[in-house]
């Protein structure tokens, strides 16, 4: 096995890493906005639930002033999993903060409204469940813009498609499956007003497919007036990957339309934690009705475990090795990291400052990929 003989001829190994005082993380621009956003960009969505106003406001100011993190992601369906009693308790987070800090022109803040759901149902005013209407969009960054204590954001997506399309792991495509959608030309008419208002600066998608990208793109072309994708925000990691580099990567660079990594831990699964027996107590994958039993019935775990591997072959934790393989990967524009902890968060955001990742150690990771290409699937 190619990793054996990788491993067995690692003996110069580098200790990580840590990052100096001052230094400063590297900015990019974002697809073709003009909005120059940090490779590492904060994720929110535990703030309300996993931790309180007072811990987010914590976490923003150790990213921010510390670190010079300026890319900021949250959604109007914050904090996950969502519900009617903690929706939109992560906006307040991050209002209490940008209140204390007195500023926000140096900030990229990113804001998603929901895509079609019958479930959530309190998120709009009437009762009713959501979708991506010129009525839904509108009623949901006025909320979201109220919430934050702001009157523009730098970046609006759409969580996920107003069409049929499988998420989340749901499986593959099947067109039996297709229902009536707003058609992209609308999404993006709606999208355009906002944009016209001077609420919404630039605006992006989340969860989307190839196709979607390329509409959303056609779309614009056909009639320039109407804003243009500048980023996608998909799940990415050592073991959620394929979807993306099997057509997106192709779309995304033809496109010029950034890839917003998240999820680059695979919800902690690529720390290693839930190795044992039992997930750890508060562990994520417990918040999620399933989520447990289908790893289980994965091959993630093995996965997770060739991965360990190379990161000790390496002196590299789990994480560190799982991070800085995302934060290197020429077509990832942002990685998105959460943390429900300060030690937690450091770490995350210290990975990036890591030694780039030596060649046989890439080949090491592409050998386990080669044998574990979808392990979280389970169908």
Known sequence: MLFLLLVAGASALRAPMTMSAGTPIRRRLLGKSDLMVSDVCLGTMTWGKQNTLEEGVRQLEMAVDEYGINFIDTAEMYPIPTEAETQGKTDETICAWLKKRGRRDDVVLASKICGASERITWVRGDGRGTRVTEADIVEGVEASLKRLGTDYLDLLQIHWPDRYVPLFGSGTYDASLEREAVPFVEQLQALKKLVDQGKVRHVGVSNETPYGVSKFIHEHEKESSLPRICSIQNSYSLLVRSDFESGLTETCAQTDVGLLAYSPLAG???????????????????????????????????????????????????AQLALKWCYSRPHVASTIIGATSMDQLRENIDAFFLDELPEDCLDAVADVYSRYRDPSKTS
Do not use: C, H, W
């Open 268 to 318: 902690g699964i690529l720390t290693g934690k839930y190795g044992g027996a039992q997930a750890p107590k508060g562990a994520r994958l417990n918040l999620f009705p399933g989520f447990m039993d289908r790893y289980a019935q994965s091959l993630a775990k093995e996965a997770v475990a060739e991965y360990e591997k190379v990161a000790t072959a390496y002196n590299l934790t789990p």
